[in-house]
């Protein structure tokens, strides 16, 4: 039993093309998170585009059903709402969890640590000792 032929050719039109938007989208990250070499770079793929390629389709779901049910459906919001807050929160969280990892194990493609706010030594150097300076100049 299909309602897509009670569907208006607007409505049938809009949907097919946010569900395409939405589907390509999705696609696109999931091609970089196959492509991306490190773990570092697969986390960005699929964030930004996975998200809108979601929204995409929650949209084109709520203007299917609010077509066809002939009343506002707007429950598919929560989806997006719920892949919009998790998505970021969750791939931060991996990131900072191998980040964390690679520096434990002292992997030399990581970054160094940052100094904290208000040091005045840059990483990777040392302080000069006192006096230093005064002597060479």
């Known amino acids: ?14 949907v097919a093309a ?4 939405g589907a390509g989208l999705t696609l696109i990250g999931s091609w970089g998170f196959f ?11 699929p964030t930004l585009s996975t998200s809108w390629g979601t929204g995409a389709i929650v949209m084109a779901s ?16 929560l989806i997006g709402i719920f892949v919009t807050v998790t998505m970021p929160v969750t791939l ?7 980040l964390y990892r690679d ?3 002292t992997n030399p493609d990581v970054p160094a640590m940052d100094p904290p706010k208000g ?19």
């Open 1 to 14: 039993m299909s309602h897509a032929a009670d569907l208006p050719l607007w409505a049938a039109i809009l």
């Open 18 to 21: 946010f569900l395409l938007v």
């Open 35 to 45: 492509r991306l070499k490190s773990f570092y770079d697969r986390i960005h793929a």
């Open 62 to 77: 709520m203007i299917c059903f609010t077509v066809l049910q002939s009343r506002l459906v707007i429950h598919e919001i």
């Open 92 to 98: 931060m969280l991996l990131g900072r969890a191998a």
């Open 103 to 105: 520096r434990a194990e």
């Open 119 to 137: 040091s005045l030594v840059v990483s990777g150097e040392t302080e000069p000792a006192a006096g230093q300076d005064a002597a060479q100049t």
